[in-house]
């Protein structure tokens, strides 16, 4: 198996070497693990891409790339330059240094990785580390996904479905902010929203007077929807949610057809 990897952390990020170990699992003795990574972190980029500017590439060793770009230009860049003779199996996109879990999604350019893996026809998977207060002590933040990762993605690969018309599946997986041997079955759930918390803005003065606004996220550990994401990640389980490059509010097509009749 040929797998390309990338994050949106970094290409000297810890998460992106425990990522290159998992790949490795997966792709066995015979596969290949090739590296597209943004050359700085790109956290919070979504599914952004380089449209209107070019984007500098650099081998820093063997199959092992650096991209001045967002995750998403990352993947572009693997599939149709780095590997365009051929192309990957699978892609993979973390583990990223926090969770993606709820609205973190949305935002996330993790995520965007995978996603822009999916529209691409190539299966994908990001995957990120939920941290908090049993993590902070450990010697590997990154112990949960890095012992339990490639189990879960060969429960992925086994469960994805080739012959699929439209938008193809690409997934979620969060691991819980607990110890590896604290962690807890693997649900598969859908996508949350914590309540009463967001990201908002907070300002500040430079020394030279002048105002700036730093993005602030919301507390991690409030309430989510029963079930969801992030909700099982605090009860020590690894969330596995299967997504769509479809926005569509399909449960509201039928409700309301006779508005725009």
Avoid at 59 to 81: K, Y
Avoid at 189 to 216: C, D, N, Y
Wanted: aromatic share 6%.
């Amino acid at each position: 198996m040929r797998i390309l990897i990338t994050n949106d952390d970094g290409i000297n990020a810890p998460g992106l070497k425990v990522l290159e170990g998992i790949a490795a699992e997966i792709a066995g003795p015979e596969g290949e693990v090739w590296t597209v990574a943004p050359a700085f972190e790109q956290s919070g980029v979504a599914h952004c891409i380089s449209y209107t500017h070019p984007m500098m590439i650099v081998e820093m060793g063997p199959r092992r790339w650096a991209a001045e770009g967002s995750p998403a230009d990352c993947v572009l860049a693997g599939i149709h330059d780095v590997m365009k003779d051929a192309r990957p199996d699978l892609v993979l996109s973390g583990v990223n240094r926090g969770n993606n879990s709820a609205e973190n999604a949305l935002y996330s350019g993790t995520l965007g990785g995978a996603l822009e893996a999916s529209l691409q026809g190539i299966p994908a998977v990001a995957l990120s580390q939920y941290l908090g207060p049993e993590t902070r002590g450990l010697e590997n933040p990154f112990e949960a996904a890095a012992t339990h990762g490639a189990g879960v993605l060969r429960r992925i690969l086994a469960a994805q479905d080739e012959a699929q018309p439209g938008y193809r599946l690409f997934w979620n997986v969060n691991f819980p902010p607990v110890p590896a041997d604290r962690v807890r079955e693997t649900r598969l759930v859908p996508q949350g929203k914590r309540q009463g918390t967001g990201f908002t803005t907070e300002p500040h003065l430079s020394p030279s007077g002048r105002r700036f606004l730093w993005i602030r996220g919301g507390d991690q550990r409030a309430e989510a929807s029963a079930g969801s994401d992030a909700d099982v990640n605090l009860a020590g389980h690894i969330s596995v949610t299967p997504m769509r490059a479809d926005f569509t509010a399909h449960d509201t097509l039928s409700a309301l057809k006779d508005s725009f009749a």
